[in-house]
């Protein structure tokens, strides 16, 4: 098990999480909500395009409350705990705090560790594949 930089206050765990994008001028750091009920990663828009993160496609995507709404997103490496991996981030709402998707989280194969709090490293992502 690892440690968690950042706050743990009433269950909730927050990790650093730097995004790069190619093309963008500077990466992105913040400290990110680790939410495993969602599937991507969000940050505030307004930060990613200062950072000159450029929008790829848009999506729908549901909210909390059961609400659809349209967000842009962008692709990008998802670098945190000293791993890396890639995928969409999100371009969210000014007002809207950092998530870190499940998505990022499996594919380095990391997982909530509901008892204590933490993120636990997998000693081997599942790969459930058929080898002839």
């Not at 692709?75 to 995928?87: D, Y």
């Not at 371009?91 to 709090?117: K, Y």
């Not at 933490?118 to 080898?131: G, H, N, Q, S």
Request: glycine letters at 10%; a negative charge; aromatic letters at 8%.
């Amino acid at each position: 098990m690892f440690e968690v930089t950042g706050d743990n206050i009433m269950g909730a765990i927050h990790v650093t999480v730097t995004l790069l994008w190619p093309e963008a001028k500077e990466s992105f750091e913040s400290l990110f909500l680790v939410d495993t009920g969602a599937t991507g990663s969000m940050a505030t828009g307004s930060k990613l395009t200062k950072a000159g993160f450029k929008p790829t496609g848009k999506m729908t995507y549901e909210l909390a409350n059961g609400q659809p709404v349209e967000y842009e997103f962008a692709l990008a490496a998802i670098s945190f705990m000293g791993e890396i991996t890639s995928g969409r981030v999100i371009f969210g709402p000014d007002d809207a705090e950092p998530i870190l998707g499940v998505t990022a989280l499996e594919s380095v194969g990391m997982v909530i560790d509901p008892v204590n709090r933490t993120l636990k490293r997998l000693t081997a992502i599942p790969l459930k594949c058929v080898l002839r």
